[in-house]
């Protein structure tokens, strides 16, 4: 029993060590996002929406499986991403998006803030990329122009 087990490990091991020299040799998914800001920012004092490109720059395709966000400076509230062209239940829903290498997306950035901002602020958009490596975070600090 226990040489069943100690090949078990040996050959799990070695797949492993397989698959990330295929990642090293063939490349894997990079998501990012086009620009450093917020772009068509419309909206009012407490919500404001705009959008941001998210593109598949790497050698492999990818997953843009969720996009979560937060205001990191500026005032407190919320930030809800939505995939451009879904068809989610509400916004904020993000739907899984397969990105051969090249393609973009579009994601739909809804803030609702608790006191107006007085002037522009940051937030993050963190996704997750799902390429050949199981779950990559992609974390950018977007401008919102006020």
Not at 28 to 49: F, Q
Not at 77 to 83: A, D, E, I, K, Q
Not at 119 to 145: N, S, W, Y
């Amino acid at each position: 029993m226990k040489r069943l087990l100690t090949a078990a490990v040996a050959l799990g091991g070695a797949a492993a060590a397989g698959w990330a020299a295929l990642v090293k040799t063939q490349g894997d998914s990079e998501i990012v996002y086009e620009d450093d800001e917020l772009g068509s920012v419309t909206g009012d004092d407490h919500t404001l929406h705009g959008e941001i490109t998210l593109r598949n720059v790497g050698k492999a395709g990818a997953v843009a499986h969720k996009v979560h966000g937060r205001i990191v400076e500026g005032p407190p509230g919320r930030v809800l991403v939505t995939r451009q062209g879904s068809r989610p239940p509400e916004r904020g829903w993000w739907q899984s998006n397969c990105l051969t290498p090249g393609q973009a997306c579009v994601a739909e950035v809804d803030i609702e803030l608790d006191e107006p901002a007085t002037g522009p602020f940051v937030i993050e958009l963190d996704t997750h990329d799902i390429g050949r490596r199981l779950v990559a975070h992609r974390v950018a600090r977007i401008t919102v122009p006020a």
